[in-house]
């Protein structure tokens, strides 16, 4: 996968995607967006046990309010990357970001547990909407060097939403504003979200659809890769906490005919000139493909690293929640660096995107961290242990911001502008479903290995057999972004 550019040359693009080129501010109302979509999918794991004493929840109800987020996310994303196709990426962005902050309230004043899960799904398919149109606007608006400093504040906005999550939950529950509590990780969306709002519509250029005008949303299409995708994320959400049940295995079954039925309906749609919801130039299209493999096996390290982190610093080392997000801070500025450095890396590596040799870090870093868990050279105290962790961590870190920045600009290079969204939304689907998937299969190993153990050398032990899992799949980030680099693209 080379580095290309992702819109077409800007002679080729409408007069109206290229009358302004976006300025610093814009971008940062852009990013705001997933900034708020990405801390919101973790800033509430340590919120949790708050909500459940105040609302006397279940852990049933408890697990929705993760769940229903992460479910509503996943079905509407390529929808929502559609709809900015269709309607306007500016205007679908605006309404998202509104939805989103509206939901945001709706969570803070929650009189209940039930209200609660009810607005993180409609914060869900907000943020759904919402997602899809910044990787598409940033891919139109930006050119060359501008779009290469855009992609890696992308990936950057990603990374410290995710790292910085746990942390800013301790820091506002800690400081319990006005009596808020939890509420405040959700309130706290509210004022940056109408700040936004205000200025996204005199700061970003309302970006033009591609030329392929008011062309009808296909519903039938819609539904089939809602369905699919709820399928494939809902019981590897639920499925491990409540012993994979039998309708876990049915819905995993019905995942792979749904989404061929979704493909094929996608095909024949096409071929009698209609509007599928994802036209199947993207998917005939080797390195966009490629790319989304690539993706798959780099999610599922991903949110899967940060969950047995906090599972280890808290309940193996008995960390506060409030240290547990400070050595987490150690992560983001290693990845903070490095994502800072992505132009000037590809720079150095001839242009093109130094992915594999940022997967070869993050293994690196995953391995010497198993090296400091495990005991090797002897420190076993947890005090040694956070000691030596901090500064691999910091490895750990790098590599991820190596990878994560380019390979969104990678994966979406050189793809027809009129199809900016929907491909937006497929990548942004891939990445929440793989992020599932590396939950529920780290979850199986960390958990299998802990077993009964409640002591710090049980928790060591399953967090050590983590870490290998996050070593193969980093690696085979480096195996796959390399053959995926000799794919061929669909004929124009």
Known sequence: MTQSHFA??????????????PGRLALWVMLSGTFLVVLDFFIVNVALPSMQHELHAGAATLQLVVAGYGLATAAGLVTGGRLGDLFGRRRMFMLGLLLFTLASAACGFAPNAELLVAARVLQGLAGALLQPQVLAMIGLAYTG????????AYGLTLGLGATLGQLVGGVLIHADLAGLGWRSCFLINVPIGLLALVLAPRVMPPLANGGQGRSGLDLVGMLLVAAGSVAVVLPLVEGREQGWPPWSWVCLAAALPLLGAFALQQRRLAARGGSPLVAPVLLADGRFVAGLFTTLAFYVGNA???????????????????ASGAVFTSLAVGFFATSMAAARLARRFGGKPPIALGALVLATGHALQFANVAGWPGHTHAAHVVAW?????????????????????????????QHAGVASGVLSMVQQASNALGVALIGILFYGRLGQGADAASYSGAFGVALLYLV?????????????????????
């Open 145 to 152: 060097e501008d779009r290469a400093r855009a992609f890696a």
């Open 389 to 417: 962790m901090v500064p691999l961590l910091l490895v750990q870190g790098a590599g991820l911001g190596m990878v994560m920045a380019p390979l969104v600009a990678t994966v979406l290079a050189g793809l027809p502008p």
């Open 304 to 322: 899967s690293l940060y969950f047995v982190l906090a599972l280890y610093l808290q309940q193996g080392l008995a960390l506060g929640p409030l």
């Open 8 to 21: 077409a040359p800007a002679a080729s693009l409408p007069s109206t995607a290229r009358a302004a080129v």
């Open 472 to 492: 193969v799949s980093a690696l085979l980030v480096a195996v796959l972004h390399r053959r995926g680099s000799r794919a061929t693209p669909a004929p124009s």
